[in-house]
């Protein structure tokens, strides 16, 4: 069988992570958020040494990196050859600058895509990301697509205390061969500029039809 699958997407620090985050625990859904899963592995890549810029290195090297999201307190935990990253880890800023060049590399989009597709036997999702509803799940009925402009998500992701390139991932992310960030077909867009998170939150909730709650 399988599970209802929320699917969420939208530029870097549209705030989708913490609006499926927040709808996920009201839901009683598990989240998923697949930006780690890129993350833990440009992390693991870094470890070697290698340049991000080099797509053969990248691929050849990235094969030997296991990556695993086991879930806990209704969230997956990414971890890389058993052990479990920090959010430090994940969003440092050589993480930030390399992420997207190794997020290009079909090889490494196949892996990610296939695990992420095997967590919906585990219950039903919210999962956020660039591809979600586009490529992992385009079948779901539940796709939405969470943008706000240039400056906002600039301001947002300063306010966190990271140096972070938005607009240049955006760039890279949306002009990629593999996978690049779309609206997905049937996607709801929320642009949540004006919003507030909570705001955000109860925008997704009004445009969802009614589904089984698990609390
Ligand atoms: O949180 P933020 O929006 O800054 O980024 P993220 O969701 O953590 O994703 C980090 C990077 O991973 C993105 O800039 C993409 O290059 C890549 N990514 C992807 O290619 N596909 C996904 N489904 C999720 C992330
Ligand atoms: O996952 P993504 O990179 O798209 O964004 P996020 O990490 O969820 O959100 C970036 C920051 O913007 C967080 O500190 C959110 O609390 C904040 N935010 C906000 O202030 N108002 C919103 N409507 C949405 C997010
Ligand atoms: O510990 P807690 O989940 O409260 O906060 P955190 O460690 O700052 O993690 C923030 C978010 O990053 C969580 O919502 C997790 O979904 C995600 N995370 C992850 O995906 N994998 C990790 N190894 C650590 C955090």
Same mark, same amino acid.
């Given at each position: 069988m399988m599970n209802t699958v929320i699917t969420i997407d939208g530029p870097a620090a549209s705030g989708k992570s913490s609006v499926a985050r927040i709808l996920a625990q009201r839901l009683g859904y598990i989240y998923v958020n697949t930006g780690n899963m890129y993350r833990a592995m440009t992390w693991a890549v870094l470890q070697t040494g290698? *340049? #991000? !810029? *080099?797509m053969d290195t990248v691929r050849s090297t990235a094969e030997g990196i296991l990556i695993d999201s086991p879930v806990a307190d209704g969230q997956t935990q990414v971890s890389v050859n058993g052990r479990r990253l920090t959010a430090e880890d994940l969003n440092s800023d050589p993480v930030n600058r390399g992420v997207s060049l190794v997020a290009r590399v079909p090889e490494v989009r196949a892996r990610l895509v296939a695990d992420q597709r095997a967590l919906s036997s585990l219950g039903p999702l919210v999962m956020e990301g =660039?591809?979600?509803? &586009? /490529? /992992?799940? #385009?079948?779901? @009925?539940l796709k939405f697509y969470i943008d706000a402009s240039e400056e906002v998500r600039a301001a947002r992701r300063q306010a966190q205390g990271h140096t972070d390139q938005v607009a240049e991932r955006d760039r890279l992310d949306s002009t =990629?061969?593999? &996978? @690049?960030l779309v609206i997905p077909e049937g996607a709801v867009v929320i642009? !949540? &500029?004006?919003?507030?998170l909570e705001g955000a939150v109860q925008a997704v909730l009004d445009r969802l039809p009614a589904i089984p709650v698990h609390p």
């Open positions: 290698i *340049d #991000p !810029n *080099d =660039r591809d979600i509803g &586009s /490529v /992992v799940f #385009p079948d779901s @009925p =990629r061969k593999a &996978s @690049p642009d !949540n &500029s004006h919003l507030t």
